[in-house]
C-alpha cells in the first residue's frame, strides 16, 4: 500500500512543481512593463490557481481513499492465515431498486462443487453501502443460506467504512452521462479498487464476478485447466466473459498496479474502459497502427470460449436503468449429467413433469423432475441382475433449478439374497438396508463390503415438500468398472 500512496501523491505533486517550472521562465522573459501582457499574466495565474486547487482537492479526495486501503491492507496482515487458496471469487454487491440476484448468484457459483473443489476457493461478497441495517440484513440473509460455507471460510462478506467514500458532490457530467450515472460508474471504480486489495492476499488468482450472474456447471475446473495452459505465457487478463468486467481473471501480483491506474482516473471513466486503457499502456506502441495495437493488446487479454458466466440481471444497480445484457458466447447450460448404469426395473410413486421422466434420467438423456414429492414417496432401481456396487452418487437440483432437491431423503439398497415384499399402501419396505442421506442436495457413499451383491436401490422420503425434486445426476461403482 505504501507504494501505491507513494505513486499517486508523487503524481500530483509533480503537476503542481510543473506549473510553478512553467509560471517562473514566463515571467522573467516577458516582463511585466505592458499592460497587455500583465492583465495575460493575471489571467494565467488565476487559471494556474484554480487548477492548483483543483489538484488538492484531488489529492485530499485520494488521500482519503488510500488511507483506508492502507488501513485495510494492515488488518489483512493482521488477521488473514498464512494459508492460501488458488481462487479468490470477488462479488460486489449494492441495494437495487427492485430485485436482488446476490443468493441465486451464489448458489450458481458453489452448485455442484466437491469438498476439494471448496477448499481451493474463497468467494468474497463486498457489501458496498454504507448503511449499517442493510449490510447487517446481506450478511445475516448469506448465513442463513449458506451456514456451511460461512462457517468453514469459503464464504465472507465484507464491507467498508462510511468514510471510505470520498465527496461525489462535484463530479463532472463527461461522455453524455447523467450525473446519477457518472456517481454510479465512480462509485463503482472504488468498489472495485477495495475489493481487490481485500483480496489480495487470500489467493494466487483474482476473479471479477458482479451479483447478477450465473456460472456454467463445472466452470471452475474449466478456469483451472485453462489457467495452467497459459501458466508460463505473458499475460494480465484471462478472460471468461465478454461482458464488462464480469469473468476477469488476474494474478494477485497484480492487483496493486491495476487499483493504482484505476484510482488515478476512477471519476473519469467507467472500469472497462480503464482497463482497456491499461492493456493499451502496457502494450501498444505509440507510432504503430491500431491493428498492431489490438494484435499486441490480445496477447495480454487471453479469451476462453464458451464463456463461462452470464448475465442475468434485469435491472441494474444504477436506479430506473433496465438491462438486458446477454453473452452470446455462453451457449446453453448443461442440466444433468449422464452415466452409464447396469440395466434395471425403475418405478417411482412420483408424478413426473412432462417429459423429464426417471427412465431418461437413469439413461443419460435428461433429468427427472417429480412433482410435489411427500412423506413415503419413493424412487426405486431393480437390477435385472444383481449387482457388486462398490458407490453410489444421486445428485438433486441443477444450476438452474437449485432448490428442487431431496430433504429429509435416505438410501437404501436390497441385498440379493433377500425378497424385495410389498407390506401395505404405504409403500412401506422390509430387508432394504440404510446406507445414507442426501445432504445439501447430495447422496454419495459406498456400499458395506459385507454385502456382496444387491438386487435393489432406492430413495425414500420421509417428510412432505414445499417445492418439487430433480434427480439430474445418478451414477453407479460397480467393482469390476467403472460405470
Not at 261 to 281: E, G, N, Q, R
Not at 432 to 457: E, H, Y
Request: proline share 4%; charged share 20%; aromatic share 12%.
Amino acid at each position: 500500500m505504501r507504494l501505491i500512496y507513494g505513486r499517486l501523491l508523487f503524481s500530483l505533486s509533480l503537476l503542481l512543481t510543473l506549473s510553478c517550472v512553467i509560471w517562473y521562465p514566463f515571467l522573467s522573459q516577458k516582463g511585466i512593463t505592458e499592460k497587455h501582457t500583465e492583465t495575460q499574466l493575471i489571467s494565467l495565474y488565476e487559471e494556474l490557481l484554480v487548477a492548483g486547487q483543483r489538484e488538492v482537492q484531488l489529492s485530499r479526495e485520494i488521500r482519503t481513499v488510500l488511507d483506508n486501503l492502507r488501513h485495510l491492507s494492515k488488518e489483512q496482515g493482521n488477521f488473514t492465515s498464512n494459508w492460501t487458496v488458488s481462487l479468490v471469487l470477488g462479488i460486489p454487491t449494492v441495494k437495487r431498486e427492485k430485485q436482488s440476484y446476490l443468493l441465486n448468484t451464489l448458489k450458481s457459483l458453489f452448485y455442484g462443487l466437491s469438498s476439494e473443489e471448496l477448499a481451493d476457493i474463497v468467494v468474497i461478497v463486498f457489501v458496498a453501502e454504507v448503511d449499517t441495517a442493510y449490510v447487517e440484513d446481506v450478511a445475516d440473509s448469506i448465513k442463513t443460506n449458506f451456514p456451511n460455507e460461512v462457517k468453514s471460510g469459503v464464504l465472507e462478506v465484507v464491507s467498508a467504512s462510511p468514510h471510505f467514500y470520498p465527496s461525489f458532490s462535484s463530479l463532472k457530467e463527461t461522455f453524455g452521462d447523467s450525473k446519477e450515472r457518472v456517481k454510479w460508474r465512480t462509485k463503482q471504480n472504488l468498489d472495485y479498487s477495495f475489493l481487490m486489495l481485500y483480496a489480495w492476499p487470500k489467493g494466487s488468482y483474482y476473479v471479477q464476478l458482479e451479483d447478477d450472474i450465473v456460472a456454467k456447471a463445472g466452470y471452475l475446473q474449466t478456469m483451472k485447466t485453462f489457467l495452467r495452459q497459459q501458466i508460463f505465457k505473458d499475460w494480465l487478463i484471462l478472460e471468461f466473459s465478454q461482458l464488462g468486467f464480469i469473468g476477469k481473471m488476474f494474478r494477485t501480483s497484480d492487483l496493486p498496479m491495476l487499483v493504482e491506474f484505476i484510482l488515478m482516473f476512477y471519476k473519469d471513466k467507467p472500469i472497462d474502459w480503464l482497463l482497456d486503457h491499461i492493456l493499451w499502456v502496457k502494450a501498444c506502441h505509440p507510432e504503430k497502427n491500431s491493428v498492431h495495437c489490438n494484435r499486441e493488446k490480445e496477447v495480454l487479454k487471453r479469451r476462453y470460449k464458451p464463456s463461462l458466466f452470464q448475465h442475468v440481471g434485469l435491472h441494474s444497480s444504477l436506479r430506473g436503468k433496465i438491462q438486458n445484457l446477454r453473452d452470446k458466447d455462453f451457449g446453453k447450460q448443461v442440466l444433468f449429467k449422464a452415466h452409464s448404469n447396469p440395466p434395471a426395473e425403475l418405478t417411482t410413486s412420483l408424478t413426473a413433469y412432462k417429459t423429464h421422466t426417471l427412465k431418461r434420467a437413469y439413461l443419460g438423456e435428461d433429468f427427472f423432475w417429480g412433482m410435489s414429492p411427500m412423506a413415503g414417496d419413493f424412487v426405486q432401481i431393480h437390477f435385472y441382475q444383481p449387482q457388486a456396487v462398490k458407490g453410489y452418487l444421486f445428485r438433486s437440483g441443477n444450476i438452474e433449478t437449485n432448490e428442487d432437491k431431496f430433504y429429509n431423503t435416505t438410501v437404501e439398497v436390497l441385498p440379493s439374497d433377500h425378497h424385495l415384499v410389498f407390506l401395505d399402501i404405504c409403500r412401506d419396505f422390509v430387508s432394504f438396508v440404510s446406507l445414507g442421506a442426501f445432504v445439501n442436495g447430495v447422496a454419495q457413499g459406498t456400499v458395506d463390503p459385507l454385502i456382496p451383491r444387491i438386487s435393489a436401490m432406492r430413495l425414500v422420503i420421509h417428510s412432505d415438500s414445499d417445492v418439487w425434486v430433480l434427480l439430474s445426476e445418478v451414477q453407479k461403482h460397480m467393482l469390476n468398472c467403472y460405470c
